[in-house]
T-cell receptor
Framework: EAGVVQSPRYKIIEKKQPVAFWCNPI?????LYWYLQNLGQGPELLIRYENEEAVDDSQLPKDRFSAERLKGVDSTLKIQPAELGDSAVYLC??????????????FGPGTRLTVL | TQLLEQSPQFLSIQEGENLTVYCNSSSVFSSLQWYRQEPGEGPVLLVTVVTGGEVKKLKRLTFQFGDARKDSSLHITAAQPGDTGLYLCAGLRSNDYKLSFGAGTTVTVRA
């Protein structure tokens, strides 16, 4: 079974440019998460989707970040315009049911963003 | 400020030695998870502990959840170079089912 797929794996852009990341979760997983991981830190949740509904976007900087999960499968995370401080790894994860104590999140390999 | 504090931040040991990583918080969690992350990859779940005082073993790895469900530890016996990686603890809060990660412990096992 294929795991969580993310693309691109690496992205280098100039500041003020837009950038988009794509995620394809594990088949059948209703819940999708976007995390940001800075160097030397653990992942921090940006947004969580239950099917196509964003149920927790409290940590998403909405002035420049946006996300969508059309049809409740693939998801795209966008930054416009990018700032130097956005350089980080952006991780996507999926799970079957976020409402259980033993719910397992499966992570993709991440997209490493460098903003110059 | 991280909800979960991990210590130590870095750990370098010789093959065959034992090590313990700690994960502490002032918050109570409904469950606590341990992940291992290798460079260029996403975290991979090792174990989930749910009950206060619970101990789980995974080959040479032993995980313990504190009685008050605020802290946890990971002990590796006879560490091997393949155990090298970033170990992350993550607590699940029952009010919003949000997973909060610690900053991680980078473990290096020298051959």
């Amino acid at each position: 079974e294929a795991g969580v797929v993310q693309s691109p794996r690496y992205k280098i852009i100039e500041k003020k440019q837009p950038v988009a990341f794509w995620c394809n979760p594990i088949s059948g997983h209703n819940t999708l998460y976007w995390y940001l991981q800075n160097l030397g830190q653990g992942p921090e949740l940006l947004i969580r989707y239950e099917n196509e509904e964003a149920v927790d976007d409290s940590q998403l900087p909405k002035d420049r970040f946006s996300a969508e999960r059309l049809k409740g499968v693939d998801s795209t995370l966008k930054i416009q315009p990018a700032e130097l401080g956005d350089s980080a790894v952006y991780l996507c994860a999926s799970s079957t049911d976020s409402g259980r104590d033993t719910d397992t999140q499966y992570f993709g390999p991440g997209t490493r963003l460098t903003v110059l | 400020t991280q909800l979960l504090e991990q210590s130590p931040q870095f750990l370098s040991i010789q093959e065959g030695e034992n090590l313990t990583v700690y994960c502490n918080s002032s918050s109570v969690f409904s469950s606590l998870q341990w992940y291992r992350q290798e460079p260029g990859e996403g975290p991979v779940l090792l174990v989930t502990v749910v009950t206060g005082g619970e101990v789980k073993k995974l080959k040479r790895l032993t995980f313990q959840f504190g009685d008050a469900r605020k802290d946890s530890s990971l002990h590796i016996t006879a560490a091997q170079p393949g155990d090298t990686g970033l170990y992350l603890c993550a607590g699940l809060r029952s009010n919003d089912y949000k997973l909060s990660f610690g900053a991680g412990t980078t473990v290096t096992v020298r051959a």
